[in-house]
């Protein structure tokens, strides 16, 4: 009785150590095309893909970035952790992913355990799941500097900039 109370607790440790730790993983934005693109969520997809921010990846490849990242003393840009680090932020991270630059997953967390329609539709369930929220425009701020402020040189207005790329759900 003694070995299946003791298997008992250390099973249940063990399952929930990996519930606990339960690590997220990037599913890329095709996966936040399929609710997001439509009107009644505020085509967020859309705008996403019709920014800089989905093209940052490929400016890497422009004549322009090659003038850049020769300046910088960077052989390729595509492949430098110095460019990509803001070019395409999971590149570490999710190799996979590189190519699609500054993409949804960058500013709201790996999408693996929230994305799912039950889980979005509660808002604390996502959040619980991974889904980065931003309680403030400071907050956005912040986070939107780690990559713009001072970058190449050129300055930054956060306001303007947020303007042409927010997105939020259209009120119901």
């Known amino acids: 009785m003694k070995k299946a109370a003791t298997f008992l607790v250390i ?3 063990i399952f929930g150590t990996a ?10 934005a095709g996966k936040c095309k399929m609710c997001h693109k439509s009107e009644k ?6 705008l996403w893909e019709q920014s800089n921010h989905s093209q940052s990846f490929s400016a890497l490849t422009s004549d322009k970035a090659a003038q850049r990242a020769q300046e910088a003393g960077v052989t390729n840009p595509t492949e430098s952790p110095q460019c990509l680090k803001c070019h395409a932020p999971l590149a570490e991270k999710a190799a996979e992913l590189k190519e699609e630059g500054v993409t949804c997953e ?8 929230y994305r ?15 889904l980065k929220i931003y309680d403030s425009p400071e907050a956005i701020k912040a986070h939107c500097l780690q990559c713009h402020e001072n970058a190449h040189n050129k300055p930054f207005d956060f306001s303007t900039s947020w303007e042409k790329i927010k997105h939020p759900v259209p009120e119901k």
Request: proline share 2%; hydrophobic share 40%; aromatic share 10%.
């Open 11 to 13: 099973s249940l440790f």
């Open 19 to 28: 519930i606990i730790a339960q690590e997220f993983t990037y599913v890329g």
């Open 41 to 46: 969520r505020g085509k967020q997809y859309i």
């Open 106 to 113: 960058v500013c709201h967390g790996p999408g693996s355990a």
């Open 116 to 130: 799912k329609l039950s889980i979005m539709k509660d808002k604390a369930e996502a959040i619980k799941n991974g």
